[in-house]
């Protein structure tokens, strides 16, 4: 298929060490004080950088049949069709989704997953939610809970850093008798770095029969990112693609057992939601992905989160971290 193709470009250049040389922005000069400097980019925690190779795929390979995917009844719509569907099983296939899990794109980052979460998970619904938040989330992560009905209890930090397990293990007890508790918590910070292990965590979590939501916002760039292996399998993750090199302009992606969902009507209604209407009555989709990507869909954002995605498997997380301790050291050496 097309994404396949992609991949193969990528695979060549990484091969190569061309990869790099596709950064959009690279030799740019910018107004300094005594004149024109090298643009040197140190923000990648706001937003990746574009890349070549993610464009021309775009320009050739997408733009010149784009149509709306809600259709198959042309040639440029069930182009698109097909094109989205094998962008979702893209990701899908990548963090490790299984057939119980739904693939939806969100829209704006991460912060837009969560928000749905409230919803998907019955928050509002529930008669004494807890949420069980991190000692260094994103606002994303706080004030949708905060905005709900939901208690949110924040867990302190251990010592060794992360959340510290003893204190949720006894906030866990303390709360047996709610009947919603949601722990959801940051891979990584956005403003230290600092790296939390989801596996203990998540066990944690599940053995006390709450959920678990990992926010990937800070980390998907760089970190293994899936829904978990067999003891600690993730509920929901939420990600941010436009944080990864060749993501900006990409759509957020949201990961979500099928199972912890309690709403059967989407979080926000409109086209495309429905599998049949009448002047009388309507019947939502039983898909959770189509129920929940109401409205004409940001195709072209959909399919760049898939390239964004392919990029980084390409390249593989222990060449990232690899890359990551040396330049670490390159900075120490030099303080």
């Known amino acids: 298929m097309t994404l396949s193709k992609f991949r193969a470009d990528i695979q060549s250049t990484t091969h190569n060490s061309t990869l790099r040389d596709g950064l959009i922005g690279e030799g740019v000069l910018i107004p300094g004080l005594h004149g024109d400097v090298p643009l040197v980019y140190a923000d990648y925690v706001a937003s990746g950088r574009a890349m070549r190779q993610v464009e021309d795929f775009i320009a050739q390979d997408v733009l010149p049949f784009y149509a709306n995917s809600h259709t198959e009844a042309s040639y440029c719509g069930s182009y698109m069709t097909r094109l989205r569907r ?32 409230v919803s998907l998970l019955g928050v509002e619904e529930a008669d004494r939610p807890i949420i069980l938040i991190g000692p260094y989330e994103h606002h994303s992560n706080i004030l949708p809970w905060r905005e709900s009905k939901a208690q949110v209890i924040e867990i302190p930090e251990a010592p060794a850093g992360g959340p510290d397990l003893a204190v949720l293990e006894q906030t866990l ?100 939601t429905v599998s049949f209407v009448s002047p009388w009555r309507h019947d939502y989709s039983e898909d959770l992905a189509t129920r929940e990507e109401a409205g004409t869909p940001n195709v072209i954002g959909d399919i760049r989160a898939a390239l964004a995605f392919i990029v980084k498997d390409v390249v593989g997380t222990d060449e990232i971290a690899r890359r990551e301790v040396l330049y670490n050291k390159m900075a120490l050496d030099g303080w």
């Open 86 to 117: 094998e962008a979702r099983a893209e990701i899908a296939r990548i963090v490790g989704a299984r057939g119980e899990d739904a693939v939806i794109f969100t829209g704006s980052g991460a912060t837009a997953g969560l928000n749905r979460l």
């Open 173 to 272: 007890a303390d709360n047996a008798g709610s009947d919603l508790i949601i722990g959801s918590f940051s891979a990584a910070s956005n403003v230290t770095g600092i790296i939390t292990d989801p596996d203990p965590v998540t066990r944690l979590l599940k053995a006390h029969g709450a959920l678990a939501v990992w926010d990937y916002a800070g980390g998907g760039p760089y970190l293994p990112m899936n829904m978990g292996p067999e003891d600690a399998r993730k509920d929901a993750i939420v990600v941010s693609p436009h944080k990864f090199p060749g993501g900006p302009g990409a759509s957020g992606v949201l990961v979500v057992n099928q199972r912890a969902v309690q709403r059967t009507c989407p979080s926000w209604p409109g086209g495309g």
